[in-house]
């Protein structure tokens, strides 16, 4: 196909990896950009590179330009099933920002909605496409770990310093913001990180085909920022509908230096990313001998070899990967993370933070494939 695809791009933050990305696709071009502040919309856009840009504080006015085949959905994490939803309305295809909502009846309301205009959707999982990811299926594949039975991954990331903003775009933590009386409080400043589960248990559902069936969470509660009110930490134990056991780790307002990391044990071996001050990842495999020790690994041997393109995005090559990956999904009609897929990464959280405010009762987790998710039972 020759065609390129008009993008526009909803928000001014995040939705920039996008305008960098699609205006240098082959297949697309960034024709408008959309966000609530001026002043940080109109940066943005001049920090762009990107000529021609239309730029909107109206949402539904460029919803209405029929050169936009595409909306990324980059705004607030709380809204992005409302705004993905008003873009299938105005039969736009939508790349959604991670998750795909923060609202259990915001996300039944998403896949009817997908599954009503049968248009394209997926969901950004960037994580997907950390350049390790094939080697850790290579190894999965290659069956050097044996039967995978268990996996943990942790996301320890401290974003107090972006709970408050201005207008131009500055961000604060609390304390800075008493000073700056134009900050206000973000989306952020509130929410359970346990909500934020995709980039840790995204990865493991896709190396192992799997998909979660229930789950107990605890949260520490909110004492590092208690005025903010998110939980400083929370930890969730999930079983899969494999018979496999998770433990996922999510961390967003926490004195703690910042960690993305995933393990995966086998009955053959396992496997470890990197943590903490550890250098480099580690394998161990029995076929090399019981020796009750890890093996270092060389990065040029973990990480796959990435394009020019890749190289020169975020998030170690995945940005532009993602944003590419939802191209060719546009072209074969085959989203690598479809709704339903969407569904499996983003449900388990919120369960999650139910089970955390029942003192970790055992939640069951709703297959989105099935009437089952018209069936959540608690408020
Ligand atoms: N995958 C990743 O690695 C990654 C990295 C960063 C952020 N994110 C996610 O991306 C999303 C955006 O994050 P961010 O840091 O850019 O947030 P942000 O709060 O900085 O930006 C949100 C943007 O949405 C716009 N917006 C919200 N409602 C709007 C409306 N009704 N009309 C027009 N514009 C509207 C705001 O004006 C702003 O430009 C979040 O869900 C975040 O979790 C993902």
Same mark, same amino acid.
């Given at each position: ?110 896949? $009817? ?16 496409? =950390? ?140 496997? $470890? ?12 495999? $029995? ?14 041997? =973990? ?22 990956? =939802? ?17 499996? =990464? ?34």
């Amino acid at each position: 196909m020759n065609r390129r695809w008009g993008i526009g791009v909803l928000g001014t933050g995040r939705g920039m990896s996008y305008v960098h990305a699609y205006s240098h696709h082959p297949d697309t071009e960034v024709l408008a950009l959309c966000g609530l502040d001026r002043p940080r919309l109109e940066a943005a856009a001049a920090g762009s590179g990107v000529e021609g840009l239309s730029l909107y504080s109206d949402y539904e006015e460029m919803l209405r330009r029929e050169d936009i085949d595409i909306i990324v959905v980059a705004s607030d994490g709380t809204l992005h099933a409302q705004h993905s939803r008003m873009a299938l309305d105005a039969r736009k295809a939508v790349l959604s920002e991670v998750p795909a909502d923060y609202s259990y009846e915001e996300c039944v309301r998403l896949a $009817e909605k997908v599954e009503k205009t049968g248009l394209r959707y997926m969901m950004a999982e960037n994580c997907l496409y =950390f350049p390790y990811i094939p080697t850790l299926k290579g190894y999965i594949d290659a069956g050097k770990l044996g039967k995978v039975v268990y996996a943990e991954s942790e996301y320890v990331h401290d974003v107090r310093h972006i709970y408050y903003r201005d207008e131009q775009g500055n961000h604060y933590t609390r304390e800075e913001a008493q000073k700056h009386p134009g900050a206000k409080r973000t989306w952020r400043s509130g929410i359970h990180p346990m909500q934020y589960i995709t980039h840790s248990l995204g990865p493991l559902l896709y190396l192992l085909d799997d998909r979660c069936i229930r789950v107990s969470c605890l949260s520490t509660g909110a004492h590092t920022s208690p005025e903010d009110g998110n939980p400083d930490a929370e930890v969730a134990i999930f079983q899969t509908v494999r018979g496999r056991v998770f433990k996922i780790l999510i961390a967003h307002t926490i004195a703690h230096p910042g960690n993305s990391w995933y393990t995966l044990m086998g009955t053959r071996g396992s496997v $470890e990313t990197t943590r903490g001050s550890a250098p480099r990842p580690v394998v161990y495999f $029995e076929e090399e001998g019981v020796t009750h020790k890890w093996r270092e690994v060389e990065w040029d041997d =973990f990480n796959a070899p990435i394009s020019e393109e890749a190289a020169a995005s975020g998030h170690g090559g995945s940005d532009w990967l993602t944003a590419d990956a =939802f191209i060719q999904g546009m072209k074969s009609g085959a989203m690598p993370v479809d709704i339903y897929r969407t569904m499996d =990464f983003t449900i388990p959280g919120i369960c999650a933070v139910h089970s955390a405010l029942n003192n970790g009762a055992s939640v069951e987790i709703p297959d989105f494939r099935t009437d089952a998710r018209n069936e959540w039972p608690e408020g």
